[in-house]
């Protein structure tokens, strides 16, 4: 092997970098996550591929992928960060605060309704210190707990494929007809509704817009993309305004009706899509902590729904204790 050109801290920036791109499989996604430049990610990978005088991704596919030497480094480079990590985990947890840091994954969507009551149960049940919160889409937490940036997730994908992980459900929510309000067409035929006015989608890099794909794909109908978007905040605001109509599930409507947008909600004239939301950690390192913030985000989120959306909202909600 080539000697080492980097300082001991230097290489295992770059190991960071370069195991988040291989997890996201973007320079973009990757640098956002770790809080760096696009171009200082880059300049990371670079530098390990000199160090290494080896090609360790193939940029000519999207999302990137690892060449051979890459899944080597990649297998090495997982095992290292995670040692580190168990080390930085005992370290927090360990002394007068069991848990003096935590890191939090959680949907964007639910984020505002749930984030003052996590942080206020972390502080004065469990005597955390100091919370950081990430907020995102299930995708981001995927990576946050590959890479261990995060302890906890309150996401929308269980992640079975993933190893060592205590799972605490939520609830399960059905996907209601979003129209926008004063809307006079029919509300039991999709086709019929698709023909009046376009769906707003959430984009197919998102796991809501890739499940109401396939559930479109199911049903043989065809809805022309017009507008995609990855935050449910903006999908509503272009149904109040009556760009066109979507499907969304109860806790993905809080926030719009929270702002009083100009919407209105039905059952779905087809069944079939539903949602889940569950808290993940790591298994035995947070203590009693995350079933509370499950039966803690149940809680919160039944009622703002009952309070935000109504009988409609409520009906398509399961609680899962």
């Known amino acids: 092997?080539?000697?080492?050109?980097?300082?001991?801290?230097?290489?295992?920036?770059?190991?960071?970098?370069?195991?988040?791109?291989?997890?996201?499989?973007?320079?973009?996604?990757?640098?956002?996550?770790?809080g760096i430049t696009q171009s200082a990610a880059s300049q990371q990978i670079a530098t390990l591929e000199r160090m290494f005088g080896a090609q360790l991704l193939d940029r000519s596919v999207r999302?990137?992928?690892?060449t051979q030497v890459g899944g080597l480094l990649h297998r090495h480079a997982t095992e290292i960060l995670n040692a580190v990590e168990d080390l930085t985990t005992r370290m927090r947890h360990s002394g007068p605060n069991p848990i003096s840091v935590l890191r939090i994954g959680i949907l964007a969507s639910i984020a505002t309704t749930l984030t003052p009551l996590l942080v206020a149960?972390?502080?004065?049940?469990?005597?955390?210190?100091?919370?950081?919160?990430?907020?995102?889409?299930?995708r981001d937490h995927e990576t946050?707990?590959?890479t261990r940036r995060a302890d906890i997730a309150?996401?929308?994908?269980?992640?079975?494929?993933?190893?060592?992980?205590?799972?605490?459900?939520?609830?399960?929510?059905?996907?209601?007809?979003?129209?926008p309000?004063?809307?006079?067409?029919?509300?039991?035929?999709?086709?019929?509704?698709l023909e009046r006015m376009p769906l707003v989608r959430f984009a197919d890099t998102t796991s809501v817009g890739r499940q109401i794909e396939q559930h479109l794909r199911r049903l043989k109908l065809r809805a022309p993309k017009v507008v995609q978007t990855d935050r449910s905040s903006?999908?509503?605001?272009?149904?109040a305004n009556g760009v066109g109509v979507t499907f969304l599930t109860p806790t993905?409507?809080?926030?719009?009706?929270?702002?009083?947008?100009?919407?209105?909600?039905?059952?779905m004239p087809v069944a079939g899509m539903t949602r889940s939301i569950t808290v993940l950690a790591r298994e035995d390192e947070l203590g009693a902590l995350p079933a509370r913030f499950a039966d803690m985000a149940r809680t919160e989120l039944v009622r703002r729904i009952a309070d935000c959306i109504g009988p409609v909202g409520q009906q398509a909600v399961t609680e899962v204790p």
Do not use: W
């Open 63 to 66: 999302p990137v992928r690892l």
């Open 1 to 34: 092997m080539p000697p080492r050109t980097l300082s001991d801290s230097n290489l295992f920036k770059a190991i960071e970098v370069f195991v988040a791109v291989a997890e996201t499989g973007q320079m973009t996604a990757a640098a956002q996550l770790l």
């Open 121 to 138: 149960s972390a502080q004065n049940e469990f005597r955390v210190q100091d919370v950081s919160i990430h907020a995102g889409l299930s």
């Open 144 to 146: 946050l707990l590959r």
């Open 181 to 193: 309000r004063g809307y006079a067409g029919p509300r039991d035929d999709l086709h019929t509704i």
């Open 252 to 267: 993905l409507l809080i926030d719009g009706f929270a702002e009083q947008m100009a919407l209105d909600v039905s059952p």
């Open 154 to 179: 309150i996401t929308s994908d269980p992640f079975y494929d993933m190893d060592g992980l205590e799972r605490h459900p939520v609830l399960q929510e059905r996907y209601l007809l979003v129209l």
């Open 234 to 239: 903006m999908v509503t605001a272009c149904v």
